[in-house]
């Protein structure tokens, strides 16, 4: 008979909570997904409101606390870097940044 190898449990799996805004229906709340904890980004949540998958994490990472915050004016803080110049993945408007 052959030997039964067992599986350990993953212990990197874990959840992600935190508040969330929908960028089609600008809905917000709190989301709570499953995720291997230290791989990447949970991105694309699915909004309880209009049921697109659009919302992303309102705050995704933390930058020291005298840093300054970018916001569009429909109050996005999530952004497409491209070579003609950065927009927001919220409305589409590029952003312009003085000084």
């Known amino acids: 008979m052959a030997d039964v190898l067992p599986f350990p449990k993953q212990e990197t799996t874990g959840y992600v909570s935190g ?6 229906c600008k809905h917000e709340w709190v989301a709570v997904v499953e995720g ?6 949970p ?18 990472f933390q930058g020291p606390p005298d840093e300054e915050v970018w916001t569009c004016n429909c109050r996005g803080t999530v952004f497409m870097i491209t070579r003609p110049g ?10 312009t940044f003085n000084g």
């Open 19 to 24: 508040a969330a805004k929908c960028l089609a």
């Open 43 to 60: 991105g694309a949540l699915e909004c309880p409101s209009c049921g697109l998958r659009r919302g992303q994490y309102i705050w995704p």
């Open 36 to 41: 291997v904890l230290g791989e990447g980004y």
């Open 86 to 95: 950065t927009r927001c993945v919220g409305c589409g408007r590029h952003q």
